[in-house]
């Protein structure tokens, strides 16, 4: 994870999301040791969809 730090904003907060939220969890409070203000999704992937917010899906993920 120590890589890729210098790639977030340290202006704003960063949300991490896995797919049942307890790898996300763990990642932010990695995260806020490290300065950052992180945020779990609560309920992870999952949880987001039941709220009926989007999620894409496939291969061009990224470019949505």
Same mark, same amino acid.
Request: glycine residues 12%; charged residues 15%; proline residues 5%.
């Given at each position: 994870m120590g890589a890729h730090l210098a790639a977030l904003p340290a202006d704003r907060?960063?949300?991490?999301?896995? %797919?049942s939220g307890n790898r996300s969890a763990w990642a932010a409070a990695h995260l806020e040791a490290a300065g950052f203000h992180a945020v779990?999704? %609560? @309920? @992870? +992937?999952? @949880?987001? %969809?039941? +709220? @009926?917010r989007p999620v894409v899906r496939g291969t061009d993920a990224r470019a949505a």
């Amino acid at each position: 994870m120590g890589a890729h730090l210098a790639a977030l904003p340290a202006d704003r907060p960063v949300y991490v999301i896995c %797919a049942s939220g307890n790898r996300s969890a763990w990642a932010a409070a990695h995260l806020e040791a490290a300065g950052f203000h992180a945020v779990s999704v %609560a @309920g @992870g +992937t999952s @949880g987001w %969809a039941r +709220t @009926g917010r989007p999620v894409v899906r496939g291969t061009d993920a990224r470019a949505a």
